[in-house]
């Protein structure tokens, strides 16, 4: 199973924009679903966005669409969120998550998952 490795994250002023990186440590994305999940207190983990590294393009939450763009780097074996017109209510910790399934949107489809890392934006 490969693991994740999480960079990226802060603190940003509503309407600002914010990019976090996945990177593979231990093998390569080639034959995975790489996703974002996000959890703020008190709620549950949500689905953000996800690729499937080989072939297709990301899908996204109704939540983020039109102002999220998930990208693979591909000569890095990275996954970039590029998270923009970001608003208060998407404030909370971030987890990249890479799965063996296809279309994978469910917390129980991934099994390798990083450490998080906190996302604030302010009003």
């Known amino acids: 199973q490969v693991q994740v490795v999480e960079s990226g994250g802060g603190l940003v002023q509503a309407g600002g924009s914010l990019r976090l990186s996945c990177a593979a440590s231990g093998g390569t994305f080639s034959t995975y679903t790489v996703a974002w999940f996000r959890q703020a207190p008190g709620k549950e983990r949500e689905f953000v966005a996800a690729?499937?590294?080989?072939?297709?393009?990301?899908y996204y939450a109704d939540s983020v669409k039109g102002r999220f763009n998930l990208f693979r780097a591909s000569g890095q074996n990275t996954v970039n969120l590029q998270m923009n017109s970001l608003q208060p209510e998407d404030t909370a910790v971030y987890y990249c998550a890479a799965g063996r399934n296809y279309y994978a949107k469910r917390v129980a489809d991934f099994g390798s998952w990083g450490q998080g890392t906190q996302v604030t934006v302010s009003s």
């Open positions: 690729i499937y590294w080989s072939v297709g393009g990301p």
